[in-house]
T-cell receptor, first 114, second 115 residues
Framework: DAGVIQSPRHEVTEMGQEVTLRCKPISGHDYLFWYRQTMMRGLELLIYFNNNVPIDDSGMPEDRFSAKMPNASFSTLKIQPSEPRDSAVYFC????????????FGPGTRLTVT | AQKITQTQPGMFVQEKEAVTLDCTYDTSDPSYGLFWYKQPSSGEMIFLIYQGSYDQQNATEGRYSLNFQKARKSANLVISASQLGDSAMYFCAMRVTQGAQKLVFGQGTRLTINP
């Protein structure tokens, strides 16, 4: 079975541009998570969904960030406008509540904003 | 608030030795789960082991075991017979059940296995 799929794997953009990161969770999983990893702040949870509904977005840094999950097999994280301090690795993860255990992480998207 | 503390920024170990990575946590919730993830230089996050707060025995997964000391609020990862491929960042994380599926991560420990 395929794991969590993220695209693109690398993104380089200029400050002020819109960036869209994409995620396809593991089929059948009912939770989806977006994390950001930086050297300074470590791994931070940005937002998570349950059955396509956003449950907790308290980690979203500011209004420039938005996330959607239009269906069970797809989610996006959008940054508009992007800033250099948004440079980080963004991970998507999914889990199945009935298993109650680990979250399965995607390979991450390395974002560089110049 | 929930917090995970990993006090060892880096560790160096000889191949085939056992290694213990420290993790302490803070929560007032009686029901929680503790996780360890490995992040090699390639960047992916790999789940290693899980311990529930009500589990009576320490979790084990192959060469990985979790030394769970509830009263001390510690959940140390023990890797037996270390291998060169164990060189990576290791993250301890906690899920507070009452907070649904949210994970809180520690800052990580960089483990280097020397030949």
């Amino acid at each position: 079975d395929a794991g969590v799929i993220q695209s693109p794997r690398h993104e380089v953009t200029e400050m002020g541009q819109e960036v869209t990161l994409r995620c396809k969770p593991i089929s059948g999983h009912d939770y989806l998570f977006w994390y950001r990893q930086t050297m300074m702040r470590g791994l931070e949870l940005l937002i998570y969904f349950n059955n396509n509904v956003p449950i907790d977005d308290s980690g979203m840094p500011e209004d420039r960030f938005s996330a959607k999950m239009p269906n069970a097999s797809f989610s996006t994280l959008k940054i508009q406008p992007s800033e250099p301090r948004d440079s980080a690795v963004y991970f998507c993860a999914s889990s199945l509540r009935s298993l109650g255990r680990e979250q399965y992480f995607g390979p991450g998207t390395r974002l560089t904003v110049t | 608030a929930q917090k995970i503390t990993q006090t060892q920024p880096g560790m160096f170990v000889q191949e085939k030795e056992a290694v213990t990575l420290d993790c302490t946590y803070d929560t007032s919730d009686p029901s929680y789960g503790l996780f360890w993830y490995k992040q090699p230089s390639s960047g992916e996050m790999i789940f290693l082991i899980y311990q529930g707060s009500y589990d009576q025995q320490n979790a084990t997964e192959g060469r990985y075991s979790l030394n769970f000391q509830k009263a001390r609020k510690s959940a140390n990862l023990v890797i037996s017979a270390s291998q060169l491929g164990d060189s990576a960042m290791y993250f301890c994380a906690m899920r507070v059940t009452q907070g649904a599926q949210k994970l809180v991560f520690g800052q990580g420990t960089r483990l280097t296995i020397n030949p």
